[in-house]
């Protein structure tokens, strides 16, 4: 096997664990839009690896990426919600988001090894990223959506249980 297939593997291994205990560290603190905004946001320091001419890709390249990625941010979307719990709003907790990250490293380690021959490393690693940018801009949107539908119905009910408590 290949040592670059093994190393860079381990990398997504590891990537995906810090993910998983991120996520559920996160889970036990209320979100906010800051932490839905900003991941994208620091994410987009990726694009820099365009600069170097090996990792650039042509746009059939980028639009396959991109849209697998949209296709597997449904996944994160369906899984994805949020709840009012002590007057705050968390996510609430999905073990089919662990399942999805290590059926998405899975993915990605067969793709390397049918494809690896035929597209270089650094295409690759630009594919995967176009990819994971794919799927985390969609799913940000979505919960960035959902927040703020239950900020305006936890307002509403505050709003209308002061209103109660004045009459």
Known sequence: MNAMLLITTAGAAMMALVAIFIRMKAIKKPANIKKIILPPVFMST?????VYEPARLNISQ??????VGVLFSFLLIKTSSFEIRNNDIYMKRSKAFVFILFALLIARVIFKLLMGDVINVEELAGMFFILA????IPWRIFMFIQ???????KLLAEKSETAIFRS
């Open 62 to 67: 980028v639009l396959e990426a991109l849209s």
């Open 46 to 50: 990726g694009f820099l690896m365009f």
């Open 133 to 136: 940018y794919g799927m985390i």
């Open 147 to 153: 927040f703020k539908k239950i900020a305006k119905r």
